[in-house]
Nanobody, 124 residues
Framework: QVQLAESGGGLVQAGGSLTLSCAAS????????MGWFRQAPGKEREFVAA????????SYADSVKGRFTISRDNAKSTLSLRMDSLTPEDTAVYYC?????????????????WGQGTRVTVSS
């Protein structure tokens, strides 16, 4: 069973950048397909980006495509999300998640393990 811990959230101005990290422990990180989700106040948790266990495949929600980049370092058991050109609509709690299959457009039900989340606030 893998444990996940996000970090890197904070307050940033619109147009700025932020990189989130997710540290994994307790499992073989390279066995897991990873994803980032986010949940804004009063809204459902939504898919942001996914990456295959090897890192070869990745996918993004349309709302972040071209602005966010997902990556992983299997040697360090870490997942990252680089976020550029942030807007107030990106304000949310961001979660990393681990699963055992590749889904191009996953739902939250496709992942087995979750971190506690890190809050990102984008001011206008």
């Amino acid at each position: 069973q893998v444990q996940l811990a996000e970090s890197g959230g904070g307050l940033v101005q619109a147009g700025g950048s932020l990189t989130l990290s997710c540290a994994a422990s307790g499992g073989t990180f390279s066995n897991y397909y990873m994803g980032w989700f986010r949940q804004a106040p009063g809204k459902e948790r939504e898919f942001v980006a996914a990456i295959s266990n090897s890192g070869v495949r990745s996918s993004y929600a349309d709302s972040v495509k071209g602005r966010f980049t997902i990556s992983r370092d299997n040697a360090k058991s870490t997942l990252s999300l680089r976020m550029d050109s942030l807007t107030p609509e990106d304000t949310a709690v961001y979660y990393c998640a681990a699963g055992r299959r590749w889904y191009r457009t996953p739902t939250k039900d496709d992942y087995d393990y979750w971190g506690q989340g890190t809050r990102v606030t984008v001011s206008s």
